[in-house]
C-alpha cells in the first residue's frame, strides 16, 4: 500500500486511517522500518508529515528480503502530536500492493 501526497515538505501534519490488511497482521512501513499491529478489521494509523510518502507491507511478506530485518514501533512524531488531525476519504491518497516493488 502506497500514500502518497502532493503537500511537498511545506505541508500540515496528519494521520489517517488505512485499511486492508489481515487482522492482526504486523504491518510494515518500508522507508523507515516502523511496524504497527491492524486492528481487529484490519485498519491501523499513518502518519504523515513533511510530504514524505509511505510504503506498507505485511511484515510476513518480508521474510527473507533483507528490508527491515530490525524495526521499531510506528507512532507519532516528536512534538508533533497535538498537531496531527486524523483525516479521511482524501483524494491525495493512492493505494496499491506493495507486493509488486518487492517482487
Known sequence: MFCITN???SGDNYKITLEG???GDRVVEVLRCAATTADGVGSFASFQYDGEPRVYVSQDSLKDSGICTTTVEAKAKEGAASGLV???GLAVVAAAWAALLLA
Open 7 to 9: 503537500k511537498s515538505s
Open 21 to 23: 490488511f489481515q487482522p
Open 86 to 88: 486524523a483525516k479521511g
